[in-house]
């Protein structure tokens, strides 16, 4: 079974939309729901939490570890990307534009690995996903390029634009290493 949380509540319209589709609904749910807070969820209910890419929105980080630690059933498994660990020179510009686009959370390497101890987990691994994020934001910003005309009429020249740069920005820093994204995954122990 799969319980989904997303504060936009487009995603959760459009998760609930898609397992129905493929007709899975009965083993999936998805809520509205606010990650910053505490889940509303029992103690110890789920195997496993994956979070793609929201752990750089959080401000309250260890909060949110923390919760997670107590929805997790002993040697349950816990797993995030953070697409901002800041492992180079990264100058206000580019921390500009690669916030433009919401509220970001910028960390130093060996911060989402501190974190995890405090609120209880034991660290498995971490894994260096950085190459991947530079092709994603190249080919998004490249494919968004081919369609130029049609994205403007639809979103607007500025917010195409703004877009595009905030594309740029990803994809330089993290090909030239300054902005990583890691994979952790951690246990809970007890």
Request: hydrophobic residues 45%.
């Amino acid at each position: 079974h799969v319980t989904g949380v997303d504060i936009n509540e487009h995603g959760v319209a459009n998760a609930t939309r898609l397992a129905q589709a493929r007709g899975i609904a009965a083993r999936a749910d998805f809520q509205r729901v606010d990650a910053h807070r505490p889940l509303p969820f029992p103690d110890a209910s789920f195997d496993a939490i994956l979070s793609n890419d929201a752990m750089c929105h959080i401000a309250g980080r260890l909060a949110v570890l923390r919760d997670w630690h107590r929805l997790l059933r002993p040697g349950g498994r816990a797993a995030f990307t953070d697409a901002l660990v800041v492992t180079g020179q990264v100058t206000h510009e580019e921390v500009a534009a690669r916030s433009s686009i919401g509220f970001y959370v910028f960390v130093p390497p060996g911060e989402n690995e501190r974190l995890l101890a405090e609120a209880g987990f034991t660290l498995i691994r971490v894994a260096d996903l950085t190459a991947g994020a530079a092709v994603l934001a190249e080919r998004w910003r490249d494919a968004r390029l081919q369609r130029r005309d049609a994205l403007i009429e639809e979103e607007g020249e500025s917010n195409f634009q703004g877009l595009q740069r905030f594309l740029d920005c990803v994809h330089r820093v993290s090909v030239e290493r300054r902005l990583s994204r890691f994979l952790y995954v951690a246990a809970r122990s007890s």
